[in-house]
Nanobody
Framework: QVQLVESGGGSVQPGGSLRLSCEAS????????MDWYRQAPGKEREWVAF???????NYADSVQGRFFISRDNGRNTVYLRMSGLKPEDTAVYYC???????WGKGTLVTVSS
């Protein structure tokens, strides 16, 4: 059974930074594309970024240039480094292994002055 455990969320002021982590208990982690999604209060879940098994990355326009996704295959962990945070980044952030029907509990990021 795949387990995804997100951590690193918290409350920050606008312009601040956070690094989210997601540890995945999944065999063959290095072969999976890993995505980050987020869900703001009252809104649908939206895709944020992905990193392929080969290290290629892509980002939603709303976070391009501010967020950076990376992975450590030795630790079965994917990261999301967020900087220049805005109030509209407030959401619960989830990681996801592409093609796997499993989600973690997420980690809450609140951006407020």
């Amino acid at each position: 059974q795949v387990q995804l455990v997100e951590s690193g969320g918290g409350s920050v002021q606008p312009g601040g930074s956070l690094r989210l982590s997601c540890e995945a208990s999944i065999s063959g982690f290095s072969m999976y594309r890993m995505d980050w999604y987020r869900q703001a209060p009252g809104k649908e879940r939206e895709w944020v970024a992905f990193i392929s098994s080969g290290g290629s990355t892509n980002y939603a326009d709303s976070v391009q240039g501010r967020f950076f996704i990376s992975r450590d295959n030795g630790r079965n962990t994917v990261y999301l480094r967020m900087s220049g945070l805005k109030p509209e980044d407030t959401a619960v952030y989830y990681c996801h292994a592409y093609g796997v029907d499993s989600w973690g509990k997420g980690t809450l990021v609140t951006v407020s002055s």
